[in-house]
């Protein structure tokens, strides 16, 4: 009877500071074995979202102390952060990559030339999950929704936190509490969850976006839709992500905003770019029209901020508003967000992996968007372009 192959992943501990994530949660890996994968886990890389050792090995994946063993014996790693995503903590793990090897991970390669370079020049295939094209087929694997929703969820913790109020409507013997009024700008996926999570507290939301196709979303969650009257033209790129837009758009957006801003206790900001600063929406002036102890939440605050005053993780008071910049959300709310971006993780792999062997169709949009780095090269158009490479350059297809 012919043995059946398998290909050996591993997974080593996050290092980022305060990533609390892991690439594969236990429960997955009779699912990885089942799909032709066997896993080398590092010991404790799962302990900070609350999985153990002995759960790994109890579900059949190996445990080895070494960190360097777990690159040495896998054809594939599987991590939440690659060197892109991680520049400093990651440079350490550079040497123990092979060529012919598979990276899966985040790796922010739109801002991260330098490290792209380095994986292309150790011979390894780089996978960026952020790269994945918004097609029906690649919803499974999609790790930057999972992720926003996680991080929609908890800005509206943060939120009614902060906020010195409570967020529902009370009928009390000591007389009427009125409910919060929360803004959100964006609904995308975190903004989406951020309606429906404030919603569930009891508060009263409104929220705006550029494209008015999301209004009937929004309308389902139980937020009322902000009306501006502003030409978005063309506000996705036809990968399904936002499109830069002028300065003139976002002037007169600011302008339009305003008051809808200053009638709100809270506001929650997703509005990003991918690649770029993101734009800001809320000036130093809207912020002082906002009433005394008003929060913002600015969920792009590791790209410059939608609020010009925000400061990445810091919480700051700017004449008695409260805003804050959290970064990287999901990472407070490690299992869920691990046990997610694993299903997606798991999801892509069997993507490529058949019979027990990768298979890379370059024919396939998903993997020929995500695919950054092969045979020495970076084969990416998208960043062949940014990077100001020859597209002309022969490249291997094989």
Not at 78 to 89: E, H, K, S, W
Not at 95 to 107: A, D, I, N, T
Not at 350 to 377: A, F, N, P, S
Request: hydrophobic fraction near 40%; include cysteine.
């Amino acid at each position: 009877m012919e043995e059946t192959r398998t290909i050996t992943a591993g997974v080593p501990r996050e290092t980022f500071p305060d990533e609390n994530r892991v690439a594969v949660v236990a429960d997955a890996v009779p699912l990885y074995k089942k799909a032709g994968i066997s896993l080398v886990i590092e010991s404790g890389a799962g302990l900070r979202a609350g999985i153990p050792d002995d759960l790994y090995l109890s579900k059949g994946a190996e445990i080895v102390t070494e960190r360097k063993e777990v690159f040495e014996r896998s054809r594939v790693i599987l991590q939440v952060r690659g060197l892109g995503a991680n520049p400093d903590q990651g440079k350490p793990d550079l040497e123990w990559f092979s060529s012919q090897q598979l990276l899966v991970s985040f790796y922010e390669p739109l801002t991260a030339e330098k490290e792209v370079r380095s994986m292309a020049e150790k011979g390894v295939s780089v996978f960026a999950l952020e790269m994945l094209p918004r097609i029906t087929r690649a919803q499974s694997m999609d790790a930057l929704s999972s992720m926003a929703t996680v991080a929609g969820y908890k800005a509206v913790l943060l939120a009614a936190q902060t906020l010195p109020k409570m967020f529902p409507l009370l009928m009390t013997a000591a007389g009427t509490v009125s409910p919060a009024h929360v803004f959100v700008i964006g609904a995308g996926v975190a903004g989406l969850q951020a309606i429906a999570t404030a919603r569930r507290l009891g508060a009263v939301v409104q929220a705006y976006d550029v494209r008015p196709a999301v209004k009937e979303q929004v309308e389902s969650l139980g937020a009322r839709f902000v009306q501006m009257e502003i030409d978005a033209g063309d506000a996705e790129t036809k990968g399904g992500y936002a499109r830069e837009m002028d300065e003139s758009f976002y002037h007169r957006q600011r302008e339009l905003m305003t008051r809808v801003v200053a009638e709100n206790d809270v506001v929650i900001t997703t509005a990003a770019v991918p690649g770029k600063k993101a734009p800001v929406l809320i000036t130093s002036e809207m912020v002082k029209g906002m009433r005394r102890g008003s929060v913002i939440i600015d969920l792009v605050a590791e790209r410059g901020g939608n609020c010009e005053l925000t400061q990445a993780d810091r919480r700051i008071e700017v004449d008695g508003v409260i805003i804050l910049g959290p970064v990287n959300l999901p990472a407070t709310v490690p299992y869920h967000a691990s046990e997610m971006y694993s299903r997606n993780l798991l999801t892509f792999m069997k993507h490529l992996v058949k019979e027990g062997e990768i298979k890379l169709d370059m024919e396939d949009e998903i993997t020929r968007e995500t695919l950054l780095t092969r045979d020495g090269e970076i084969v990416n158009t998208r960043l062949r372009e940014l990077y100001g490479l020859d597209k002309n350059t022969e490249r291997s297809e094989s």
